[in-house]
T-cell receptor, first 114, second 110 residues
Framework: NAGVMQNPRHLVRRRGQEARLRCSPMKGHSHVYWYRQLPEEGLKFMVYLQKENIIDESGMPKERFSAEFPKEGPSILRIQQVVRGDSAAYFC????????????FGPGTRLTVL | LAKTTQPISMDSYEGQEVNITCSHNNIATNDYITWYQQFPSQGPRFIIQGYKTKVTNEVASLFIPADRKSSTLSLPRVSLSDTAVYYCLVASNSGYALNFGKGTSLLVTP
């Protein structure tokens, strides 16, 4: 049973370009979370999605950031016109909402903005 | 989300038992306590989860007193590979976003 998959693992972009980060949840999981982690910091929640629905985007910047989880295919975190401050590790987690289930994390995408 | 407080860092020698205590004074009735482990350049890995008393699995034990205002993660006989950051989290159910603090950075040396 494959775990949460994220790609690419490393992404380099120049300022002003777009970054697309992909997350495939564990089989049977229909809930996806995106977190951002800056160096020496804990993970910060960004957005919570179910299939075709954004449940909670309170942690996501209002501008340049968007997320989707289509009926088919992976969840996508999109960052437009990246700036150096967007450089971070972005983690995706998924869960199935069983009675005592918990979130399982992917390996992350390390975004570097030059 | 209940706020948690845990030591910033801890040191241990190989083979020792390590106990990391987390305070969560504002824990709510429906909250569970969950611990994650994170190695550099990797995503957090679930270790253990509990609601009250004691929970044990093949990796660790979790002790939760009756008032549930704190919890202690116990790692028996640590090895060098247990060097990692350990996060204590409190959430009402698994459908909520997790609130990660800075965690406890554990260093295990020979």
């Amino acid at each position: 049973n494959a775990g949460v998959m994220q790609n690419p693992r490393h992404l380099v972009r120049r300022r002003g370009q777009e970054a697309r980060l992909r997350c495939s949840p564990m089989k049977g999981h229909s809930h996806v979370y995106w977190y951002r982690q800056l160096p020496e910091e804990g993970l910060k929640f960004m957005v919570y999605l179910q299939k075709e629905n954004i449940i909670d985007e309170s942690g996501m910047p209002k501008e340049r950031f968007s997320a989707e989880f289509p009926k088919e295919g992976p969840s996508i975190l999109r960052i437009q016109q990246v700036v150096r401050g967007d450089s971070a590790a972005y983690f995706c987690a998924s869960l199935s909402l069983a009675s005592t289930d918990t979130q399982y994390f992917g390996p992350g995408t390390r975004l570097t903005v030059l | 989300l209940a706020k948690t407080t845990q030591p910033i860092s801890m040191d241990s020698y190989e083979g020792q038992e390590v106990n990391i205590t987390c305070s969560h004074n504002n824990i709510a009735t429906n909250d569970y306590i969950t611990w994650y482990q994170q190695f550099p350049s990797q995503g957090p890995r679930f270790i253990i989860q509990g609601y009250k008393t004691k929970v044990t699995n093949e990796v660790a034990s979790l002790f939760i007193p009756a008032d549930r205002k704190s919890s202690t993660l116990s790692l028996p006989r640590v090895s060098l590979s247990d060097t990692a950051v350990y996060y204590c989290l409190v959430a009402s159910n698994s459908g909520y976003a997790l609130n990660f603090g800075k965690g406890t950075s554990l260093l295990v040396t020979p």
